[in-house]
């Protein structure tokens, strides 16, 4: 079944504890991409990368990293999270950068720090 | 700045009957619109789309209306089922001047659908 998937689905940590999300996808995508969806804000684009190796910051780059060393895995990295870092993260790929190729989500990951 | 606005938090409509989506932007050089669906509980799924170069996509229930001029877009569906019932997000994206994509979407805030039996 083509799909993203993130690991883990909820987490709650605490303040200065580092931590990684994951995000897989089995559909062969060259493009991905890390969203943060927050009341009112709709989803803000944090990091994409057009392919591997290649990354570029979205709207709300500060306190992320992201790293794309294989094609299939975009891993979301928090250093040192902080309570506005508390959120709904989604992962998404596509087969390129174009808008005309559907971006596929995965099914989200809520992060809650203390 | 939210470059991409859908004003109507929330949107509540009887079964059977037409559903209308809203949604603005200011970016004069968005070039391409999409509409995505998501439950709770679950990522956003993709909707239907519209280009820049058109004023309206239909595909099915739903229909997707672009006015350029007021930068303005909405998604209608017709008719309206429980099973509609999601949060709509409006979302943009742009090409650079050589043709390429930033590979970036610009989320509107979305818009809650509730249809009534």
Redesign the interface.
């Known amino acids: 079944e083509a799909q ?1 998937t993130q690991n883990p689905r909820y987490l709650i940590t605490v303040t200065g504890k580092k931590l990684t999300v994951t995000c897989s996808q089995n559909m062969n995508h060259e ?1 991905m ?1 890390w ?1 943060r969806q927050d009341p ?6 944090i990091y ?1 990368s ?1 392919n591997v190796e290649v990354t ?1 910051k ?2 709300v780059p500060e306190g992320y990293k992201v790293s794309r060393k294989e094609k299939r895995n975009f891993p979301l990295i928090l250093e040192s999270p902080s309570p506005n870092q508390t959120s709904l993260y ?1 992962c ?1 790929s596509s087969l ?5 190729n ?7 990951t809520r992060l809650t720090v203390l | 700045d939210q470059q ?1 606005k ?1 004003n109507s ?1 929330s949107l509540s409509v009887q079964e059977g009957r037409i559903s209308i989506l809203n949604c603005d932007y200011t970016n004069s050089m968005f070039d ?1 619109f ?1 509409w ?1 669906k998501k439950y709770p ?6 909707l239907i ?1 519209i280009s820049s170069i058109k004023d309206k996509n239909e595909d099915g229930r739903f229909t997707v209306f672009l006015n350029k001029s007021a930068k303005h877009l909405s998604l209608h569906i017709v008719p309206s089922q429980p099973g509609d019932s999601a949060v709509y ?1 409006c ?1 943009a ?1 742009e ?1 650079d001047a050589g043709g ?11 818009t809650i659908l509730t249809v009534h039996p």
């Open positions: 993203v493009y991409s969203y009112g804000l709709g989803l803000r684009q994409y057009m570029d979205g709207d989604f998404a390129g950068g174009s808008p005309y559907e971006q596929f989500f995965g099914p989200g | 991409v859908q938090p391409y999409l995505y509980a679950e990522g956003p799924t993709f789309s997000f979302a994206s090409q390429t994509s930033y590979g970036k979407l610009t989320f509107g805030q979305g």
